[in-house]
């Protein structure tokens, strides 16, 4: 089995306004979460009929912010993990994180891949987001990381940002198309309970405005050298996310620490977001049933290479019905999606209503 490793690092240095992923406020990684990792890696890492835990094909410590660990923490994980020669191993950071010190420990550590939350060009957006970081700091961040010796740099931009223009956008590619490989660009989305989510701040785009950004970025990003692959990732050549296409292909991987998900052999199980349980070992996967063939279809809906209809009858026993047919031909005259080789896939404008059309395709 091939399969992906992904280790959640729930400690961030504050809280962004806008944000509601799992984590608590720290300025460093306790020991102790590196030990509670370690020992459920141990717990739930697939192994072969020997017994042998499998060696992951990528590894991604995502959060949170995994910027926040030491080298010799990412070490640690990385001993036990034993990552096949040929992975990708990610690291997420913040800008103010990257330190030559922190990038040379990483990096001989056996990270390959960084990816930087950016955000944004433009030091009043950052601020309104409640991001620690400039501008200047992340172009700083990109640069030192390229000397460190990172040739594969991701970089994260959001988009319908208040006030957000083709310039602010512009600005935003072009940082980072300085030094990176890859750019993830998310649209804004305000999150139940977080301030932005309870606060809206003045100038948000509406939802044709927020459409009108995307289609902006994705000939900007484009016009930069870096191609669409999924609605929010864009890549030069050869550079798209490893880690990332193993979900959007239902793949095999372990997500391990609070409110990580996994699937291996088609079974989906997560962990509670419950840091305290975690600590003192009491973290117990919560079984989320069988991989079925409309994730399937979801997710690879999401990609630009789209639904390959023999995969998904050699996988789940199925082809697309009539009627999901007749619904993709209707959305294909309409500039919504687009025959493939092998199946279908969603066009830009498709991309931009994709919740709609899955609650019509998966009815039918
Ligand atoms: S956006 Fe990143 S740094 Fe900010 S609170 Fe969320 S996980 Fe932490």
């Known amino acids: 089995m091939t399969y992906g490793l992904y280790m959640h690092i729930p400690y961030c240095s504050g809280r962004c306004a806008y944000c509601d992923f799992y984590s608590t406020v720290a300025q460093a990684v306790p020991e102790g979460y590196i030990d509670a990792l370690l020992r459920d890696f141990e717990r739930f890492v697939p192994r072969d009929a020997a017994g042998v835990p499998l060696r992951p094909a990528t590894v991604y410590f995502g959060g949170g912010t995994p910027g926040l660990l030491r080298p010799a923490q990412v070490a640690r994980l990385m001993q036990a993990a034993n990552p096949l020669p040929t992975a990708e191993v990610t690291l997420e950071l913040n800008p103010e994180q990257a330190t030559p010190g922190r990038l040379a420990g990483w990096l001989s550590a056996g990270v390959n891949r960084l990816s930087v939350g950016v955000q ?39 988009l319908a940002l208040p006030g957000d223009s083709r310039q602010a956008i512009d600005e935003t590619v072009a940082l980072l198309a300085a030094e990176t490989t890859h750019i993830s660009a998310y649209l804004l989305k305000l999150e139940r309970g977080t301030p932005m989510g309870a606060a809206p ?44 296409l193993i979900y959007w292909d239902a793949g095999n991987w372990l997500g391990l620490g609070p409110s990580a998900h996994s699937c291996l052999s088609g079974r989906r199980f997560s962990f ?19 991989l079925e063939a409309d994730d399937y279809i979801m997710l690879r809906l999401r990609l ?37 080789l092998g199946g279908w896939a969603l066009t830009t404008g498709g991309m931009l209503v994709q919740n709609e059309i899955l609650v019509r395709l998966l009815d039918l």
Do not use: W
């Open 120 to 158: 944004s060009a433009c030091d009043a957006q950052l601020r309104r987001l409640g991001r620690r970081h400039t501008a200047a700091d992340a172009a700083r961040a990109l640069r030192l990381a390229r000397a460190a010796g990172f040739n594969n740099l991701s970089g994260d931009m959001m």
């Open 201 to 244: 701040p003045p100038g948000l785009p509406d939802a044709d405005e927020a459409a009108e950004l995307y289609r902006c970025a994705v000939d900007k990003l484009a016009q930069a050298g870096y191609a669409r692959y999924e609605i929010s990732n864009f890549a030069r050549p050869g550079f798209e996310g490893r880690h990332n």
């Open 272 to 290: 509670a977001a419950n840091l305290p349980a975690m600590l003192r070992g009491a973290s117990e996967p919560v079984d989320e049933g069988e």
């Open 304 to 340: 630009d290479a789209g639904l390959d209809e023999a995969a998904l009858e050699r996988r789940f026993g199925r082809r697309l019905s009539a009627g999901q047919q007749a619904l993709l031909s209707q959305l294909a005259t309409a500039d919504l999606a687009t025959r493939t």
